[in-house]
């Protein structure tokens, strides 16, 4: 069935060092979105990625998804403490039902001041 | 608007115990569903609705049941509370997409303790 790993599960860096999470399908997918959950918080979305290389930028995060569309990554640039929280990516498989959307395990990312 | 709203915000039960979560949405999204959260596990689907009278099974639906009489309302129900179901639910809700997935909203959960 559909799959979505995402790596690492934790991610400790100091303020201003980058950060990046991948996120691999073991099918192809249609599109893939990210979240962003704070401690304690809900999931929030992030963005939506759709077409083969797209790459799309908001502020200092990078969101590319793969020629094959099978794997995506979330880069932030110069972390800040604001930055701190779980990523998760999502995928909806090219063949499943549209209700169905698969979540990766999701990286924890921690900024250290 | 109120956005996803989920009810209660926290719960303890004992083995065995049945309750109900409710959720609401006044987006009038038609795409509604549950998601169960633990730790390391991220996000997985326990059922899902793509609109009024029409529900289906995710990945982990066994011990719950849920039924959408209207759009607003999509309601999950422990019937046998076990300590395994012990997590925190989201419910969430988007519009239809012309063959892409919208923008998925989610409620502020539902933190579950059953001892």
């Known amino acids: 069935g559909q799959q979505v790993m995402q790596i690492p599960q934790y991610q400790h860096v100091q303020e201003g060092e980058d950060f990046t999470t991948y996120c691999n399908s073991s099918t192809t997918l249609s599109n893939i979105q990210w979240y962003k959950q704070r401690p304690g918080g809900h999931p929030v979305f992030l963005i939506q990625l759709v077409k083969s290389g797209e790459v799309k930028k908001q502020k200092r995060l990078t969101f590319q998804f793969g020629e094959a569309k099978k794997n995506s990554s979330l880069h932030i640039t110069a972390t800040q403490t604001t930055d701190v929280g779980t990523y998760f990516c999502a995928g909806n498989d090219r063949g499943s039902t549209l209700g169905r959307l698969y979540f990766g395990r999701g990286t924890q990312l921690t900024v250290w001041p | 608007n109120a956005g996803v709203t989920q009810t209660p915000k926290f719960q303890v039960l004992k083995t065995g115990q049945s309750m109900t979560l409710q959720c609401a949405q006044d987006m009038n999204h038609e795409y509604m569903s549950w998601y169960r959260q633990d730790p390391g596990m991220g996000l997985r689907l326990i059922h899902y609705?793509?609109?009024?009278?029409?529900?289906d099974q995710g990945e982990v639906p066994n011990g719950y049941n849920v039924s959408r009489s209207t759009t607003e309302d999509f309601p999950l129900r422990l019937l046998s509370a076990a300590p395994s179901q012990t997590s925190v639910y989201f419910c969430?809700?988007?519009?239809?997409?012309?063959?892409?997935?919208?923008?998925?909203?989610f409620g502020p959960g539902t933190r579950l303790l059953v001892l």
């Open positions: 609705s793509v609109g009024a009278g029409i529900t």
């Open positions: 969430a809700s988007r519009r239809p997409g012309q063959g892409l997935w919208e923008t998925q909203y």
